[in-house]
C-alpha cells in the first residue's frame, strides 16, 4: 500500500475499541482528534431539526452512564475481555489535534501526510466544503444497520423496534447524509442480557473491529462492492426518559 490510512474521531470509548484495533491492522495510520462538540452546539443542532421539547426530553437518557458509573464500567471490562479489544485511548500513534473536522484544514492535512483513505469513527458530520476538499475515499463506522438505523443508538432501536436480527454495525462510504452512504459491510451482532443503552455501542464496536480493518483492505484493494442496503430509511435519536422507562418496563429493553 502507497500511502497511509487517517483515523478521524472526537475520541471516546467505543471508537477506541475501533482504533486500537486499526493500529494493529495498520501501524503507520495517522489519528487526527477533532475537539468535541459542545453540549449546547449539540443541543442546539439537534432542536433545530426535531425542536426543543423533544430535545429536551433525552437529555436524561443521554446523562444515563453517569448515574450507573460502575455498572457501566464492569460491563465495559467484561466487552474488553470477551472479545479482546481496549477501550484505553490509543498510545504511540501519530496524532494531529484540530479544532473541528469543518475547521478548513482537514483537507491539506491529509495532502501533507499523503493519506490514501480515510475512516470515520465517532466525529461529527461533515459540511459539503469538507467532503469536497478530501480527494480520497471516506468511509465510516455506524452501529447500527442501515437504512433502518441512521442516527444514533442503532442496536438500542432495533431491539426495541423487536429486531435483533437488525442489531449490528455497518461500514459506509460517506456522502452529505445522516448515514446513507454505499455500504461496504453489515455486521450482524449479538447483545448480551446485561447490556442496556450505555453499552450497546461499545459490544456492537467490539463485534465489528475485526471488520472496519477488511473494509479498508478491500476499498484500497477495489474489491470492495459497494451496494444499497434494502430497508425502511429513518434516522434515530436519543429515546425520550419516558419512553426509555416505559420500554424498559414493558419490553425489557433498557
Same mark, same amino acid.
Given at each position: ?13 467505543? *471508537? ?19 475537539? *468535541? ?6 443541543? #442546539?443542532?439537534?432542536?433545530? $431539526? ?15 452512564? #453517569?448515574?450507573? #458509573?460502575?455498572?457501566?464500567?464492569? $460491563? /465495559?471490562?467484561?466487552?474488553? %475481555? ?8 490509543? $498510545? ?16 491539506? !492535512? ?45 442496536? /438500542? ?5 423487536? %429486531? *435483533? ?5 455497518? !461500514? ?11 455500504? !461496504? ?7 448480551? *442480557? ?19 480493518? #477488511? ?28 419512553? /426509555? ?10
Amino acid at each position: 500500500m502507497s500511502g497511509r490510512i487517517a483515523i478521524i474521531t472526537a475520541g471516546g470509548a467505543a *471508537p477506541a475499541i475501533i482504533i486500537n484495533r486499526l493500529t494493529d491492522d495498520f501501524p503507520d495510520l495517522l489519528l487526527v482528534n477533532e475537539q *468535541p462538540e459542545t453540549k449546547s452546539m449539540f443541543l #442546539k443542532r439537534r432542536a433545530r $431539526r426535531i425542536g426543543w421539547y423533544q430535545t429536551l426530553a433525552q437529555l436524561p437518557t443521554q446523562f444515563l452512564s #453517569k448515574f450507573a #458509573k460502575s455498572a457501566v464500567t464492569r $460491563r /465495559y471490562a467484561a466487552i474488553e %475481555r470477551k472479545f479482546g479489544v481496549s477501550m484505553e485511548p490509543p $498510545r504511540d500513534v501519530n496524532t494531529i489535534a484540530i479544532s473541528s473536522v469543518n475547521d478548513g484544514a482537514l483537507g491539506q !492535512i491529509l495532502k501533507n501526510n499523503d493519506v490514501v483513505l480515510v475512516f470515520v469513527v465517532g466525529a461529527r458530520m461533515f459540511t459539503k466544503a469538507t467532503l469536497s476538499s478530501m480527494q480520497v475515499p471516506i468511509l465510516n463506522f455506524h452501529a447500527g444497520f442501515t437504512p433502518d438505523y441512521r442516527g444514533v443508538n442503532g442496536g /438500542y432501536w432495533a431491539l426495541v423496534e423487536g %429486531r *435483533p436480527e437488525r442489531f449490528g454495525g455497518t !461500514i459506509h462510504h460517506i456522502d452529505q447524509g445522516v448515514d446513507t452512504g454505499d455500504v !461496504i459491510a453489515q455486521v450482524p451482532c449479538v447483545a448480551a *442480557p446485561n447490556d442496556n443503552l450505555m453499552t450497546y455501542q461499545h459490544t456492537i464496536s467490539a463485534q465489528c473491529a475485526q471488520a472496519c480493518g #477488511k473494509a479498508i483492505r478491500q476499498v484500497l484493494a477495489g474489491t470492495a462492492e459497494p451496494f444499497q442496503p434494502a430497508g425502511n430509511s429513518k434516522q434515530h435519536y436519543h429515546p425520550t426518559i419516558q419512553f /426509555y422507562v416505559w420500554t424498559g418496563l414493558t419490553r425489557k429493553v433498557w
